[in-house]
């Protein structure tokens, strides 16, 4: 069984159909790449993943559990993390509690505890610094953890919030243009953290890119949208060189 | 010992030492007795721009409606202290007033919550004041009464309530409650004023608390993050809605007569309170604290400046505003003092960079 | 017969609400902010016609005119000292905050100037207006002058918006500020011009209340500019027509309830109607939906 399987996804704004169709399996422990040119509805495949939007028609299961018409809040407690295109940080808070709020769902005590700090306050804080500061090790922000977010630079911002993502225990990984506005250099770097993340924690991606390089040097399998409707699916070599996708990308 | 619990426990010593300092003048003999009845109004000033910090910097959403949950916490107090006046001994009643008025206070938060915080941005501040402005209108037209057959009520007058001989006219429409018993003074000002900081700082510091500003920061992030935003709302709102009920019962029992009036419980004074909050840098609770009292205590204490203190404080508030949240400003704030630079007495309290 | 008169009563308070209402909802539509100190600006209004009226022995046409250009000066001089360093803050709350500070300056600054006892305004509407049934229904010159003024108001500004350049500008402006900007449209020049006449219709507003309820003092302002907000959202924020249903709805309810109800709770009952239609419809009687993009 697949760890990702959606069926059918249509979702129509006023009449126009930004997602037709749409079918997809991811197995656990895949990278997966979703790409098609601007306005192909990749972002909003990612907002009906994670109930941002929810479909007209179609089905989403992640584990085998339907979560179709679940809230944003429930998808990501049932697995689903995702950053975003345009970062969206916690900017006022340091880069620790950014990952701890990504916690917080693990690692619980009561709302009188947290207000008196009694009970398992103390212990339960301890816990999430620990782990909070095993995953900034990993994204080699451990540095910088009192830090504002807002102070990091671009592509630490970026890496942070992958971090905060993790921080939730998902089984699937959404990524929205994780190489958006980066050099060459810092590419690079952000395709080591992808490729790390997926080793430290087995984990399985999904991930809206532009960047072919990116795309053709991590993503073993895309998925390839055009209007909406998917083009082309299939591992990377194979799509790439399918005609149809190039005529997509650099019209006739 | 982390820097968080360093800062909060700078904070209470503040306070404490405050409280010492002022109680040595006072058994000196050397606060004039003018001082003296500003001691206890000082107190519930700081506690509700706490629990408006919370709202509006923690929380981040504006409201101007506060003062009206510190007036439904006066009145649900004082009416109790009034109707129980000869029933319980002082120190009981006076801990269930407590308990009543922060318990009503909350309620109703939680209940204006639940519409207000489906709303943002300026929308939700309106509505916050609309709400402020009901409550006030409502509790001016209440007719409560108590005579031997029970518990009177009414929105007409206070001959409708049609009690008997023995009767006793509790709240009286836009006249209010008169006589509740002065059982507030400087000592328990401060006690309340302590708790409150020691409840919002550890809620600040809590899952709670990250949650809370999660949302404030972006709240499709904390959504997308697993965090309850409705819920983590709700818990923010009313807790200080219940923190203003708090402040409300101080004053309700440090004033002879409680009225419903504009002056008190209107919007305009629930801007008075803003003003404390922005002034002491939003969301910096310790600042609050520090911006009531000296804001409260200087046109007080210099006669001369009453006349101007409006003019002043409005002054200062937009300055304020335009150096700390002016794009332009902070871009060339940074060029000239570096990103931490600059960030005046209370500003905006920001980590190190 | 009485609750027709009550009915024209509240006829003519609405006009008033919707004059100000239009000042709400144009500069909400385009700057996105809500200038919480557009009431004050009445108050303004209303001290400059009465200054200039006493200072000409009862000249109000002059105090009138002085009262709209200097009305003009201030909502333009606002936004560009106070709101348009604040344009593009992290936080929506900090120029909302701002705006307040502006209106507490303002009520601070009549208050040193005319002190805080009130001052009888004398109508500039000096027509009598008609009685009908033999006296038993009067309909005042000022409620006539009110309702007539407010509708040719909405009727220019409905034109000057889809006729003329500088109101597609607004429009375009309202829509979508970094495309307007890359169309070549001056935002700025377009978002002053917007206080500009809501400021002015300010002025007018203020001339038509303090004639017809005529008691100034520096707070004379700000609750019919609250008021005038939530009629501005009971019709739908950044609809002209809508601010114009809103405020006469508003005016009427607030007469009627005043009447039959409970003048203690009319206030409580307007802003209920705030409350609701947040609740069922937060885009108001005319009013688009937007949502934030993610």
């Known amino acids: 069984m697949a760890l990702l399987e959606v069926n059918n996804l249509s979702i129509s704004f006023g009449g126009l159909r930004a997602v037709d169709n749409f079918n997809i399996q991811i197995e656990k422990g895949e990278l997966y790449g979703l790409i098609g040119p601007n306005g192909a509805g990749k972002t909003t495949v990612f907002n009906l993943l994670t109930g941002v939007y929810k479909p007209n028609e179609g089905i989403i299961r992640l584990d085998g559990e339907d979560i179709t018409r679940k809230s944003t809040i429930e998808i990501n407690h049932a697995g689903i993390a995702r950053t975003f295109q345009n970062i969206r940080l916690f900017k006022n808070m340091p880069v620790i509690d950014n990952v701890k709020v990504g916690l917080a769902e693990r690692y619980k005590y009561s709302a009188l505890e947290g207000m008196l700090h009694i009970g398992k306050y103390k212990k339960v804080e301890k816990e999430m610094d620990d782990e909070a500061m095993r995953l900034l090790k990993v994204f080699d922000l451990d540095g910088e953890r009192d830090y504002l977010a807002s102070n990091l630079p671009y592509g630490k911002q970026r890496k942070l919030e992958i971090a905060r993502a993790m921080a939730t225990g998902p089984k699937l990984l959404l990524l929205d243009e994780p190489a958006a506005g980066m050099n060459p250099n810092e590419t690079k770097e952000l395709m080591d953290t992808i490729a790390l993340v997926r080793r430290e924690f087995d984990m399985t991606i999904l991930l809206i890119e532009h960047d072919m390089k990116l795309v053709s040097g991590i993503c073993e399998k895309l998925t390839v949208l055009n209007f909406g409707r998917v083009l082309c699916q299939g591992e990377t070599r194979e799509v790439l060189s399918n005609p149809e996708v190039i005529t997509a990308y650099l019209g006739e | 010992m982390n820097k968080i619990t360093k800062n909060n ?35 519930y000033y700081a506690v509700i721009a706490v629990a408006l910090n919370l709202c509006v910097g923690i929380l981040g959403e504006l409201s101007i409606g506060h003062c009206g949950f510190m007036c439904i916490g006066a009145f649900s107090s004082a009416f109790f202290s009034k109707a129980m006046e000869n029933t319980l001994p002082t120190v009981p009643r006076f801990i269930i007033a407590f308990i009543i008025g922060i318990g009503v206070a909350a309620l109703f938060g939680f209940l204006i919550g639940i519409p207000v915080l489906r709303l943002k941005g300026d929308y939700l501040a309106i509505v916050t004041l609309a709400f402020g402005e009901i409550i006030k209108n409502v509790i001016n037209s209440f007719y409560i009464g108590i005579d031997s057959k029970g518990m009177h009520f009414t929105m007409k007058s206070a001959m409708d309530l049609e009690m008997e001989a023995d009767g006793n006219v509790i709240v009286n429409g836009a006249m209010g409650i008169t006589g509740t018993p002065h059982n507030a003074n400087f000592t328990i000002g401060i006690v309340v004023l302590l708790i409150s900081l020691f409840v919002v700082q ?17 709240y499709i992030a904390a959504e997308a993050t697993g965090v309850n935003v409705t819920g983590y709302k709700m818990m923010a709102f009313t807790i200080s809605a219940a923190i203003a009920g708090a402040a409300g019962v101080l004053f309700s029992h440090n004033i002879t007569t409680l009225t419903a009036s504009s002056q008190y419980f209107g919007y305009n004074a629930s801007i008075m309170i803003l003003v404390y909050v922005v002034l002491g840098g939003i969301g910096n609770i310790r600042g609050s604290v520090i911006a009531a009292c000296v804001l409260y205590l200087l046109p007080e204490l210099l006669r001369g400046l009453n006349t101007y203190r409006m003019l002043i404080y409005s002054i200062i508030l937009i300055v304020m505003m335009i150096v700390n949240w002016s794009p332009g400003i902070i871009a060339w704030r940074e060029k000239t003092f570096g990103k931490s630079g600059l960030l005046g007495l209370f500003g905006r309290k920001k980590e190190v960079a | 017969m009485s609750f027709l008169t009550y009915l024209i009563n509240g006829l003519s308070l609405g006009s008033i609400y919707a004059i100000i209402a239009l000042g709400y909802t144009m500069v909400y539509g385009i700057a996105k902010m809500l200038n919480f100190a557009h009431g004050d600006f009445i108050m303004v209004g209303c001290y400059i016609i009465f200054s200039v009226s006493a200072a000409l022995s009862g000249n109000s046409v002059v105090g009138i005119i002085v009262a709209i250009v200097l009305c003009t000066l201030l909502g333009v001089t606002t936004e560009f000292v106070a709101y348009r360093p604040l344009r593009g803050a992290a936080s929506p709350l900090a120029v909302l905050i701002t705006a307040i500070g502006v209106s507490y300056l303002l009520e601070n600054i009549a208050l040193l100037i005319y002190g805080a006892d009130i001052k009888s305004f004398s109508s500039v509407i000096k027509w009598e207006g008609f009685s009908f049934a033999d006296g038993q229904l009067k309909i005042q010159g000022v409620t006539i002058v009110t309702i007539v003024v407010s509708v040719v108001i909405l009727t220019v500004l409905q034109l000057f918006i889809n006729k003329t350049k500088q109101g597609q500008a607004m429009l375009a402006a309202s829509e979508d500020k970094g495309a307007a900007a890359l169309m070549g449209i001056n935002v700025n020049k377009t978002i002053a011009l917007t206080f500009a006449i809501g400021s002015a219709l300010a002025a007018v507003a203020g001339a038509l209340l303090c004639s017809a309820y005529p008691s100034l003092s520096p707070y004379t302002g700000a609750m019919p500019g609250i008021k005038a907000f939530v009629a501005a959202v009971l019709g739908g924020i950044g609809s002209i027509p809508g601010a114009m249903i809103g405020g006469l709805v508003l005016g009427i309810v607030e007469i009627l309830s005043k009447t039959y109800i409970s003048s203690q709770l009319s206030d409580a009952i307007v802003f209920g109607i705030l409350v609701v239609v947040l609740l069922v419809r937060p885009t108001g009687i005319l009013g688009k939906k937007v949502q934030e993009k993610v």
């Not at chain 2, 030492?17 to 009845?37: F, P, Q, R, V």
């Not at chain 2, 550890?202 to 972006?218: E, F, H, Q």
């Open chain 2, 202 to 218: 550890n809620l600040i510091n809590s899952r709670d608390g990250r949650a809370i500003m999660a949302i404030r920061d972006n």
């Open chain 2, 9 to 43: 426990l700078i904070t209470y010593g503040i306070v404490i030492a405050a409280y010492i300092i002022l109680e040595a003048l006072m058994l000196t003999g050397n606060l004039s007795s003018h001082l003296k009845g500003l001691l206890v109004p000082m107190t």
